[in-house]
């Protein structure tokens, strides 16, 4: 039923990618969450070795082979189990659960129970704080520091990760951006907004914390930054701008299992006509229809329904169009 199918780094202000959830323009797939997993949407891990991939024939299946393996780091919905991992991984449509080793920490890339490190050259410097707890605080109040640890370590302009060499202690990198649901986002990147007599507007909350929420319950605002700034009715163009993240979002609302594309239709002379147009319900009696019904794997703004897999191609202005992970 199975079959099998740099080593060090140097960074300075550059980012090492563990791992990359930046989503797409036109499509973004919502990932059902998973106890002890990080959840990565439309990627997939790779293996370091061929003979670390193992193939199963669900996503369920791969789940249960994961959470039973101490060897497994990753998991997806094609049904591969990864005994190991690069630092790059590749994209693919669907979802990879990567396993936590280590308790996530707000603003930071968990990098795993890996070697830190710092050198001279370029000004590194490691400290350490004493604890944890300690190491985090320090690491917040300087913006020079690039990652901390478990044992109280503080790496300061310049850091090297040791992937070869494994330890008790988990090891946290500085984040400028980190995935939102539902928001594809641009590192040192800012945003100027649209003008208008009406429908759209550019202002500044009181902090960034405040703009996302703001920005998450408001229909019409399509972006905000690590600023606090946020715009409602579109962006007209984007400066650079080091150290803020923006976030632009996706003009389709996620939904668990299926990826989300906007502004395309389902072509009928491809994809065939849907088996259902349930043009008396609301949208999200529909959404609920089909996160419930296993066979429905497309469906669209329109309420129709398609019991067939289409990838939906037909442009399409303002039209939202969802279609089933396989094995979700």
């Given at each position: 039923m199975v079959r099998p199918a740099s080593n060090m780094l140097l960074v300075g202000a550059a980012v090492l990618v563990m791992l990359s959830a930046v989503?797409?323009?036109?499509?973004?797939?919502?990932?059902?969450?998973?106890?002890?997993?990080?959840?990565?949407?439309?990627?997939?891990?790779?293996?370091?070795?061929?003979?670390?991939?193992?193939?199963?024939?669900?996503?369920?299946?791969?789940?249960?082979?994961?959470?039973?393996?101490?060897?497994?780091?990753?998991?997806?919905?094609?049904?591969?189990?990864?005994?190991?991992?690069?630092?790059?991984?590749?994209?693919?449509r669907g979802c990879a659960y990567v396993k936590q080793a280590c308790d996530p920490k707000t603003g930071y890339e968990t990098l795993g129970?890996?070697?830190?490190?710092?050198?001279?050259?370029?000004?590194?410097?490691?400290?350490?704080?004493?604890?944890?707890?300690?190491?985090?605080?320090?690491?917040?109040?300087?913006?020079?520091?690039?990652?901390?640890?478990?044992?109280?370590?503080?790496?300061t302009k310049v850091l090297v990760v040791d992937t070869n060499t494994v330890t008790t202690s988990c090891a946290y990198k500085k984040a400028l951006c980190t995935a939102k649901y539902g928001f594809s986002y641009r590192k040192d990147s800012t945003f100027n907004g649209l003008s208008a007599l009406r429908g759209a507007k550019s202002s500044k909350m009181s902090s960034a914390e405040v703009a996302e929420a703001f920005c998450k319950i408001t229909p019409k605002c399509t972006a905000w930054n690590t600023k606090g700034e946020y715009a409602i009715g579109g962006v007209k163009s984007y400066e650079s701008e080091s150290d803020v993240c923006t976030y632009v979002k996706h003009p389709c609302p996620p939904v668990p299992g299926f990826t989300a594309y906007a502004d395309v239709a389902v072509n009928r002379g491809v994809g065939g006509t849907p088996v259902a147009t349930e043009s008396s319900l609301c949208f999200s009696d529909i959404k609920n229809m089909c996160t419930n019904d296993p066979n429905c794997l497309v469906f669209d703004t329109l309420r129709n329904i398609w019991r067939t897999d289409a990838e939906p191609t037909k442009p399409f202005p303002g039209m939202c169009t969802y279609r089933r992970v396989a094995g979700l």
């Open positions: 989503c797409k323009a036109a499509s973004i797939t919502a990932c059902p969450s998973k106890t002890g997993y990080d959840a990565v949407p439309d990627w997939t891990c790779s293996p370091t070795k061929s003979s670390d991939l193992l193939k199963y024939s669900s996503t369920a299946a791969a789940e249960a082979a994961c959470r039973a393996n101490s060897n497994c780091v990753c998991f997806n919905s094609a049904g591969d189990v990864f005994l190991s991992k690069n630092t790059q991984g590749s994209s693919q129970k890996v070697k830190i490190a710092s050198v001279k050259q370029g000004g590194g410097k490691e400290s350490n704080e004493g604890s944890s707890a300690a190491a985090e605080l320090a690491c917040n109040a300087d913006s020079k520091c690039l990652a901390f640890n478990d044992a109280g370590m503080v790496i």
